[in-house]
């Protein structure tokens, strides 16, 4: 798995915001297993909640903590379409 911030979640349902579990190795084992049996979907990434500091920064650290976390995730995204 590659390296990812531990700010990081995984989560089987995007209609639910409280879905997201943090991400470790087991998590994630666990979650591609569901995946074998059943058409299901995933997810991987950030939740920024409300009320959380996110929404609290400026628009520019805003913009910094978006960057860094699709650019975290583009090696996942590249490694999906190599295959």
């Known amino acids: 798995m590659l390296n990812l911030p531990s700010t990081f979640e995984c989560g089987n349902d995007h209609t639910d915001k409280n879905c997201g579990q943090p991400l470790t190795l087991t998590n994630y084992q666990v979650l591609m297993r ?36 699709v650019a975290a995730l583009l090696p996942i995204y590249q490694q999906l379409i190599a295959d």
Not at 42 to 62: A, K, V, Y
Request: overall charge negative; aromatic content about 12%; cysteine-free.
């Open 34 to 69: 569901e995946q074998v049996n059943r058409h299901a979907e995933w997810q991987l990434g950030r939740n920024f909640m409300r009320g959380s500091d996110f929404f609290t920064t400026t628009p520019d650290d805003q913009a910094v903590i978006i960057r860094d976390t």
